[in-house]
Antibody, heavy 118, light 111 residues
């Protein structure tokens, strides 16, 4: 059974860089894309971007200038960096497995709460 | 890319059915058969309920069904049970520039 375990800093100051990592346990790492999705308090879901095992990425155009997603295949991990954060980036951040070519997320991490406050 | 439009709330009594709509555009819902639905209980991660418009993952009860007509997708929950009370989000593939767009979310209440 595939499990995603995620971690990272939960409290940031404005202008700092958000950094989260997600580890994949079980299943294939190379046959999927791996996504980051966020959910501001009391609001809906927003797709941030995705990466595959070879490092090919796709990003949400609205966040692209601040987002970097990277992969470490030796550890079956992928990471998110979001630069120049503001209070608007306060959210629960989820990692998820994305099924190639049929475009859905079938396994999700438990989420990491990130708060941006001065 | 704008979020897909869902009604804020829906409700039904146990045993009844509830249908949630998800309205998009030609660039997402109408353009692709890649609509998925997610259930989210308070404080929990979303859970995949429907993919490719109407397919159910293993383990999801057949009380959950999906459909699509034009730019509107729908999720129907038949035989409502107390554990179906949750937020539901639709999502659609939106092409190689925008990739994924989610719906605004619907809170389903079991009366």
């Amino acid at each position: 059974q595939v499990q995603l375990q995620q971690w990272g800093a939960g409290l940031l100051k404005p202008s700092e860089t958000l950094s989260l990592t997600c580890a994949v346990y079980g299943g294939s790492f190379s046959n999927y894309y791996w996504s980051w999705i966020r959910q501001p308090p009391g609001k809906g879901l927003e797709w941030i971007g995705e990466i595959n095992h070879s490092g090919s990425t796709n990003y949400n155009p609205s966040l692209k200038s601040r987002v970097t997603i990277s992969v470490d295949t030796s550890k079956n991990q992928f990471s998110l960096k979001l630069s120049s954060v503001t209070a608007a980036d306060t959210a629960i951040y989820y990692c998820a497995r994305t099924v190639v070519s049929v475009y859905y997320m079938d396994v999700w991490g438990k989420g990491t709460t990130v708060t941006v406050s001065s | 890319q704008s979020a897909l439009t869902q009604p804020p709330s829906a409700s039904g009594s146990p045993g009844q059915s509830v249908t949630i709509s998800c309205t998009g555009a030609s660039s997402d819902v109408a353009g692709y058969n890649f609509v998925s639905w997610y259930q989210q209980h308070p404080g929990k991660a979303p859970k995949l309920m429907i993919y490719e418009v109407s397919k159910r993952p293993s383990g999801v009860p057949d009380r959950f069904s999906g459909s699509k007509s034009g730019n509107t997708a729908s999720l129907t929950v038949s035989g409502l049970q107390a554990e179906d009370e949750a937020d539901y989000y639709c999502s659609s593939y939106a092409g190689s520039n925008n990739f994924y767009v989610f719906g605004t979310g619907t809170k389903v209440t079991v009366l």
